[in-house]
């Protein structure tokens, strides 16, 4: 089956730094790569996806590059701000089948 | 429309007990995926089930099953509780339609074993 690695769990950057979250998976059949940003106490909302016919999508601050080659793809956040603190996690697979990553924990200081 | 909703929210249980989770999708949503999510786990795959049939299933023991209804409305029972069963569960749903589409997450149901 699927198997999803992200790094790193922790990442702790300034206001208005950039962050980059990277994952990697090992099913080459997946086609469906989502980000979910999960805040304290709160239920995984989406983010951003991308599927595997596009290599890059962008949304306002956040953008999602994907290399089906090497199997990685990768969260970029820009000018980062103290609500963008909370744990994303990223997922890859098909269908209705989804697997994500362990999650890494987002820490945006003042 | 209104969000996917679960029910209970919090469940305290104590060792070898059973406990059934539900989890209503959003309206016209008819496939239900479940979760465990647990610190330096991140988030699980249980089940997925679509039109009352489980389609999917993930690496956990036989002592976690589900169902669904003809509403779409599902349920997943962990039987045995075991201590390392305290987690979040969590239930998404989403439409059907062409290739792969956004899961819908539920608040989650806190399960604490005891």
């Known amino acids: 089956g699927e198997n999803v690695e992200q790094h790193p769990s922790t990442l702790s950057v300034q206001e208005g730094d950039s962050a980059v979250i990277k994952c990697t998976y090992s099913?080459?059949?997946?086609?469906?790569f989502p980000w979910y940003k999960q805040e304290l106490g709160k239920r995984p909302q989406l983010i951003i996806d991308?599927?595997?016919?596009?290599g890059e999508k962008k949304d306002q601050r956040i953008a999602v590059t994907l290399n089906k080659t090497a199997k990685h793809f990768s969260l970029h956040i820009t000018e980062t701000q103290p609500e963008d603190s909370a744990v994303y996690f990223c997922?890859?697979?098909?269908?209705?089948?989804?697997?994500f990553g362990t999650g890494t924990q987002l820490k945006v200081e003042l | 429309k209104a969000g996917v909703t679960q029910t209970p929210r919090y469940l305290i249980k104590t060792r070898g007990q059973q406990v059934t989770l539900s989890c209503s999708p959003i309206?016209?949503?008819?496939?239900v995926s479940w979760y465990q999510q647990t610190p330096g786990q991140g988030l699980q795959f249980l089940f997925e089930?679509?039109?009352?049939?489980?389609?999917n299933k993930g690496n956990f023991p036989g002592r976690f099953s589900g169902r669904q209804f003809s509403n779409s409305r599902s349920e997943m029972n962990v039987s045995t509780l075991e201590l390392g069963d305290s987690a979040l569960y969590l239930c998404?749903?989403?439409?059907?339609?062409?290739?792969?589409?956004?899961?819908?997450f539920g608040p989650g149901t806190r399960l604490t074993v005891l």
């Open positions: 099913d080459s059949a997946s086609n469906y």
């Open positions: 997922g890859a697979g098909g269908g209705n089948k989804l697997t």
């Open positions: 998404a749903s989403s439409s059907e339609g062409r290739g792969p589409l956004e899961q819908f």
């Open positions: 309206s016209g949503h008819r496939s």
């Open positions: 991308i599927r595997s016919n596009v």
């Open positions: 089930y679509f039109s009352e049939t489980q389609r």
